[in-house]
C-alpha cells in the first residue's frame, strides 16, 4: 500500500525540475544546429559528422548505474556539477578548432548529461505519485522547449559574438546549477533511504517481465527516427539552399510543438491509455515527415513541421510512464535504462544516415528512416492494456 505521499502529484517539485530539465538540455540541443558549422568548418564528410553522435551518447550507458543509486538516494548531489560541466564543454565545443578538440567535449558532455538525466528522472517520477503521466510529460516539456530554443539560442550568439567568445553562452547553465545547488538537498532529504532493498538487473527484468523487453524493442527503434531526423534536419535546410538561421529555426520549429506532443502526450494517456496513444503518434511519424520532404514551399515545410513536432515527441513521456509502471519500486533505474537504450541507439542512428546521406542525399535517407517506427506498432499491442 503506497504512503499518502506517495500518491501526492507535487506540482511545485514537478515543475523546478523540469526547469532545471530545460537549462540543461539547451546546451545538448546544440549538436544538431552547431553541425552544419563544423562541418563546414573543419571539412568534415557527412559520415565523419555522423560518427560524433556515438561519442555524444556512448556515455549514457552508464546512465542505469546512476539511476540504480538515485533509486537508493544516491547520486543526487550531482545534478549541479552534471549542468556546470554540460554547459561550459557545449559552450566550448563551438568553437572547437579540431576533429579530436569536438570529440572530446563531446564526451564530456554525454557524461555530465548522464549525471543529470538519471537522478532528476527519479525525483521527478516520486514526485508525480500516482500520476506519472502527467509528471513526466512537464519534465520532458522543459526538454523539448530546450531543444526548440537552443538552436536559436547558440545561432544568435554566433551571429553576435567572435566564435572565440562562445563560452559566454554557459551562463544561463552556471546561473541554474547554483540555484539547483540551493535546492536539490531540500527538495529530496526525505527520498534518500527510500530504498532498502538490494537490486539486480536480473531482479529489475523479472519485476517488468516480458513487457518490459517489448517497451525496450519499442524505445530503440521509434528513437532511431526521431534523432536521425532532428540531427540531421538543420543540415538537411541548408543543402537544399536555406540560410543557416533558417536551417536552425526549423528545427526550433519542430522542437517548439515537440515540447506541446510532450506536455500533452503523457497526460493525455493517463485517460485515453498508453496503447492506443502509442499507434496513433507512431502511424502519424511518418506521415508528416514525408510530407514536410514532398513540399515544395518553406511555409508548406514549416507547417509539417509544427505537426510532425506534436506526434514525434508526444511518444516519449508514455514511454517512461509505462516503464515506471511496470517497475514502480525502482523508478530511476528503469526509466534510466530506456532512456540509456533509446540515446545509445542513436549512435547507430546518426552513423547509418550518414551513410545514406552520403550515398543516397539526406532526402532519400529521410524518407527511408521514416517508415522504421511502424515496425513497434505490433509490440505495441503487446504491452499491458491497464496500469499497475
Do not use: W
Amino acid at each position: 500500500m503506497k504512503t499518502r505521499e506517495e500518491r501526492e502529484f507535487n506540482l511545485a517539485k514537478v515543475i523546478v525540475f523540469s526547469i532545471t530539465h530545460f537549462i540543461h538540455d539547451i546546451y545538448t540541443a546544440i549538436l544538431s544546429p552547431l553541425l552544419p558549422v563544423i562541418i563546414e568548418r573543419l571539412q568534415l564528410s557527412l559520415l565523419k559528422a555522423g560518427l560524433m553522435l556515438p561519442i555524444f551518447r556512448t556515455p549514457i550507458l552508464i546512465q542505469p548505474y546512476i539511476g540504480y543509486h538515485a533509486d537508493r538516494g544516491k547520486a543526487l548531489r550531482f545534478l549541479p556539477v552534471a549542468l556546470i560541466f554540460t554547459s561550459v564543454s557545449m559552450s566550448l565545443f563551438a568553437n572547437s578548432t579540431s576533429y579530436l578538440m569536438a570529440c572530446i567535449l563531446l564526451f564530456i558532455t554525454g557524461l555530465s548529461a548522464a549525471f543529470y538525466h538519471a537522478p532528476a528522472v527519479f525525483l521527478v517520477g516520486n514526485a508525480s505519485g500516482a500520476r506519472p503521466g502527467t509528471g513526466m510529460s512537464i519534465f520532458m516539456t522543459g526538454g523539448e522547449m530546450a531543444r526548440s530554443l537552443g538552436p536559436l539560442y547558440i545561432v544568435t550568439i554566433i551571429n553576435l559574438l567572435p566564435l572565440r567568445f562562445s563560452i559566454l553562452a554557459a551562463i544561463p547553465g552556471l546561473i541554474a546549477a547554483v540555484l539547483l545547488m540551493l535546492t536539490v538537498p531540500e527538495l529530496t532529504e526525505k527520498d534518500r533511504n527510500r530504498s532498502e532493498h538490494s537490486l539486480t538487473f536480473s531482479k529489475l527484468f523479472r519485476e517488468g517481465g516480458k513487457s518490459l523487453y517489448i517497451l525496450i524493442f519499442i524505445s530503440i527503434f521509434q528513437s532511431f527516427t526521431k534523432f536521425s531526423f532532428t540531427l540531421f534536419l538543420p543540415t538537411y535546410m541548408k543543402t537544399i539552399g536555406f540560410r543557416l538561421f533558417v536551417a536552425g529555426s526549423s528545427l526550433s520549429i519542430l522542437e517548439l510543438t515537440g515540447a506541446f506532443g510532450a506536455l500533452t502526450g503523457g497526460t493525455i494517456s493517463d485517460f485515453v491509455g498508453r496503447k492506443k496513444f502509442l499507434v496513433i503518434a507512431t502511424l502519424a511519424v511518418p506521415v508528416f515527415i514525408n510530407l514536410f520532404l514532398t513540399s515544395k514551399t518553406l511555409l508548406l515545410k514549416m507547417i509539417y513541421l509544427l505537426i510532425e513536432g506534436i506526434f514525434m515527441f508526444s511518444i516519449s513521456p508514455v514511454r517512461y510512464a509505462i516503464a515506471q509502471e511496470l517497475v514502480p519500486k525502482y523508478k530511476g533505474t528503469v526509466s534510466s535504462l530506456i532512456m540509456a537504450l533509446s540515446f545509445f541507439t542513436t549512435t547507430f542512428a546518426s552513423i547509418v544516415t550518414g551513410y545514406l546521406g552520403d550515398k543516397l542525399g539526406l532526402y532519400s535517407s529521410f524518407r527511408i528512416i521514416s517508415f522504421i517506427p511502424i515496425i513497434t506498432i505490433p509490440a505495441v499491442m503487446l504491452l499491458p492494456s491497464k496500469r499497475h
